[in-house]
């Protein structure tokens, strides 16, 4: 029986795990994150699915340790696989698995390597991404692809759209290249680097709207980062706003010269932008509580946006 140790977390960790399962290998040792009653829950629970399925799963703070690697090295894996794991790790860990060591990425290798591809990949316009199988080096997504598959990103879809059809993807992506590695038949493809790009992590303070660009821009971030992730934000009469969905509206701005602009019209919240254009906002709060155009707040009606 091939064995596996794996390390895995979110959507794509729970149904990579899963196919593991269902495909026969072997899992003496799974490594997870602890499920935070903080965190906004999109995804399903690793830990949970490990635990019912009688799977020793482990929690560390940090599996890069001598005692950990020990660890793996006792469980004898053919593989070992990372699947969305929060860290990276070392080339100890890496030399632990006689037959490779594989990663499942967020994006279409080689581009978007690093930290955060799906919020990347929407943030800079892209209208395609995908879920990347390769094989672990020291640096960072840079070794050899065995398979991908693209998904569309829409106009309007947000992160957290992308992200499940992106988990669907991955789960397609490892059923049919998972029996191919068993049987040593699986080819992998060196990545050209130089074609690529790399990302590094995003915070939440990252989502401060930098209204000196044009409305597809703003847009863009507003949907990457869009709830459950923590959202994009903006100053108005020094009040913080939450812009948690738009649109870019057919109509152009209302005073297309003039700096950035809140303002109610036909029923909705809108600003005016740099370039002529305009954005409806759809959902726009206030220390979480909706801000309703049908009663705009004198501090904010007919108001110029902070400027980043």
Known sequence: MTRAVVFAYSE????????????????P????????PGESQWFGSVKSFADAHGLRVETPEDPNTPD????????????????????????????????????????????????????????KGETVTGASLHYMLDKPDAGALVDQESIPIRENDTAL??????AEAAERV???????????TAQAKPLDL???????????????????????????????????????????????LAILETRVD???????AAAPCLY??????FVDCVDGRRLKILRMTIDAQPVPPDAPPPLLANQPVALH
Not at 161 to 166: I, N
Request: glycine fraction near 8%.
């Open 68 to 123: 950990w690697v020990a660890e793996g090295r006792r469980a004898d894996p053919d593989f070992l696989f990372s699947f969305y794991y929060r860290y990276m790790l070392n080339a100890a860990w890496l030399a632990v698995p006689r037959r490779g060591a594989l990663n499942m990425h967020g994006s279409l290798l080689p581009k978007y390597r690093g930290r955060a591809p799906v919020h990347w990949a929407i943030l």
């Open 29 to 36: 040792l799974l490594f997870t994150h602890a499920d935070d």
């Open 264 to 269: 109610v019209a036909d029923g909705h919240w």
């Open 161 to 166: 759209d992308v992200s499940l059809a992106l």
């Open 174 to 184: 490892l059923h049919r290249s998972l029996p191919r590695l068993i049987a040593g």
């Open 194 to 240: 130089a074609r690529g790009s790399y990302f590094g992590r995003r915070r939440p303070e990252d989502g401060r709207i930098d209204w000196r660009q044009g409305a597809r821009a703003v847009h863009d971030l507003v949907r990457a980062v869009a709830p459950p992730f923590p959202g994009a934000f903006t100053d108005v009469n020094g009040c913080r």
């Open 250 to 256: 057919d109509q152009p701005a209302r005073h297309a």
């Open 12 to 27: 794509v960790g729970l149904r990579c795990v899963r196919e593991l399962v269902s495909q026969g290998v072997e899992i």
